[in-house]
Every structure is written in C-alpha cells, then in structure tokens.
C-alpha cells in the first residue's frame, strides 16, 4: 500500500493542503477560501500520475478533520468535495 502524507499550507485566508506518494513527485491539492466560519472548498486536483490511489478522497478527509478540530464549516464548492460530502453523511454539521 502506498503511503500519502498530507501538508497543510495555511495562508490566512487562503490555503492547500497537499497530497505526497512515497517516490512520486507529483502532488494532489485541495485549494480553498476563507469567509467568516467557512471554508469554500475550491478545487481538488490529482494528477493522472497518482489517480486511482484515494488520493483525492485522503485530501477531503484533511478538510472535515481540520473543520472538526478547528470549528469550521466547509462550502463543497468543488464537484468532487459536494460528491464525498454525499457519500459520507456523517459530515452533515460541517456543510455549511
């Protein structure tokens, strides 16, 4: 199993976070915006480099942990972040 490590990039009201495969140099991102208590979701991106592997999902993952443990709630502005927020209804308080 290939190991994925998540970075966070913290700007104030901006920021990514970061997907690294051991021995690929290709990154996964998930880019968002701050308004108020929300974070809009904008984009995920994963290269065909390293599809196929969860990356996309481990960067969602990322964002609802951050929401969970920092009090925000996330706008799924991004098709693929509304798409994981419908398959995990769990997450139904952090939608904003």
């Given at each position: 199993?290939?190991?994925?490590?998540?970075?966070?990039?913290?700007?104030?009201?901006?920021?990514?976070?970061?997907?690294?495969?051991?021995?690929?140099?290709?990154?996964?991102?998930?880019?968002?915006?701050?308004?108020?208590?929300?974070?809009?979701?904008?984009?995920?991106?994963?290269?065909?480099?390293?599809?196929?592997?969860?990356?996309?999902?481990?960067?969602?993952?990322?964002?609802?942990?951050?929401?969970?443990?920092?009090?925000?709630?996330?706008?799924?502005?991004?098709?693929?972040?509304?798409a994981a927020f419908r398959r995990h209804?769990?997450?139904?308080?952090?939608?904003?």
């Amino acid at each position: 199993m290939t190991t994925v490590t998540i970075t966070r990039h913290d700007q104030g009201s901006h920021g990514e976070y970061h997907a690294r495969l051991d021995g690929e140099s290709a990154i996964g991102r998930l880019t968002w915006v701050q308004h108020g208590a929300v974070r809009v979701a904008e984009h995920t991106l994963v290269p065909p480099a390293i599809g196929g592997r969860g990356v996309a999902a481990r960067l969602v993952e990322a964002l609802v942990a951050d929401a969970r443990e920092q009090g925000f709630r996330i706008d799924p502005a991004c098709s693929y972040v509304a798409a994981a927020f419908r398959r995990h209804p769990e997450w139904a308080a952090l939608h904003a």
